[in-house]
C-alpha cells in the first residue's frame, strides 16, 4: 500500500526558531509536494520537487525553503518561525502524467508561539 | 492564474439521499485535468474522481459522478446513497497537462455533513 509519512502530527515551536517538516515517501515517485492547508482557504502550493535536488517555487513559498537530497525524503524548512506560520502542512507525492493522483501524509499541526 | 472556487463552505445531507458539491474554475488553458479530492476528519486526503478536460463523457466511480460543464468552466460532484463513512471535506483541484510536474491548485473546501 501507498504511503507518505510526514515526521510529525502535532509540533508546537518558538518565534524566531529554525523548523524542519520531513516527509518520506515509499513509492518511488518523482514529484513531491509541500502545501499549508489553512480554513477557507483550501491548500496552497508552498514547494515542489520533481526530481532529486530539484525544487520549484508554488505560490506562497515566501519564509519557507526546501531539500530533497534523496528522492524518497522531501523537507520544508521554516528559516525562522513567525506566529502567521502556524499552520496544518500537508505533504504530497505523485508519478507522471499529470492525470495521475498525488498521495498525501497524515499532516502536521504546526504551531508558533 | 489559474483559480478554483467552491461557493458552498458547508453542506448537509440525509443518509441514502443525493448531493451536488459545486466547483467552478478560471483559466485560459485548453488541455487540463481536474480532481476531487475527500479529506476525512483527522484522516489522509485521498482520491475521490478525476476528469480529463479533452473527454466529453463525465467519470463516475461507483457512488461518486461528475457534471463536468467545459464551457461554463464548471466540475460538480454528485454523491449517491450518502452514507455517514462520505462526511468529510471535500476538495475540488486543477492543474494543466502540460507544466512539468503536476501542480494543483485547490478550491476552499466545502464540509459536507451527513444526517442519519
Known amino acids: 500500500d501507498v504511503k507518505v509519512t510526514q515526521s510529525s502530527r502535532y509540533l508546537v515551536k518558538r518565534t524566531g526558531e529554525k523548523v524542519f517538516l520531513e516527509c518520506v515517501q515509499d513509492m518511488d515517485h518523482e514529484n513531491m509536494f509541500w502545501y499549508r492547508q489553512d480554513p477557507g482557504l483550501g491548500l496552497r502550493l508552498i514547494y515542489f520537487s520533481y526530481d532529486v535536488k530539484m525544487k520549484e517555487k508554488g505560490d506562497i513559498p515566501e519564509g519557507y525553503s526546501v531539500s530533497r537530497e534523496k528522492k524518497e525524503r522531501f523537507s520544508l524548512i521554516l528559516e525562522s518561525a513567525s506566529t502567521n506560520q502556524t499552520s496544518m502542512y500537508l505533504c504530497?507525492?505523485?508519478?507522471?502524467?499529470?492525470?495521475?493522483?498525488?498521495?498525501f501524509g497524515d499532516g502536521t499541526r504546526l504551531s508558533i508561539l | 492564474a489559474q483559480t478554483v472556487t467552491q461557493s458552498q463552505p458547508e453542506m448537509s445531507v440525509q443518509e441514502a439521499e443525493t448531493v451536488t458539491l459545486s466547483c467552478t474554475y478560471d483559466?485560459?488553458?485548453?488541455?487540463?485535468?481536474l480532481f476531487w479530492y475527500k479529506q476525512p476528519p483527522s484522516r489522509q486526503m485521498i482520491l475521490v474522481i478525476r476528469?480529463?478536460?479533452?473527454?466529453?463523457q463525465n467519470a463516475t466511480e461507483n457512488r461518486f459522478s461528475v457534471n463536468f460543464q467545459k464551457a461554463a468552466k464548471s466540475f460538480s460532484l454528485k454523491i449517491s446513497d450518502s452514507q455517514l463513512g462520505d462526511a468529510a471535506m471535500y476538495f475540488c483541484?486543477?492543474?494543466?497537462?502540460?507544466?512539468?510536474?503536476?501542480?494543483?491548485?485547490f478550491g476552499q473546501g466545502t464540509r459536507l455533513t451527513i444526517n442519519p
Open positions: 504530497a507525492s505523485s508519478s507522471p502524467p499529470g492525470n495521475q493522483p498525488q498521495h
Open positions: 476528469q480529463e478536460a479533452y473527454k466529453q
Open positions: 483541484a486543477f492543474t494543466p497537462v502540460f507544466q512539468g510536474a503536476q501542480k494543483l491548485v
Open positions: 483559466t485560459s488553458e485548453s488541455d487540463y485535468y
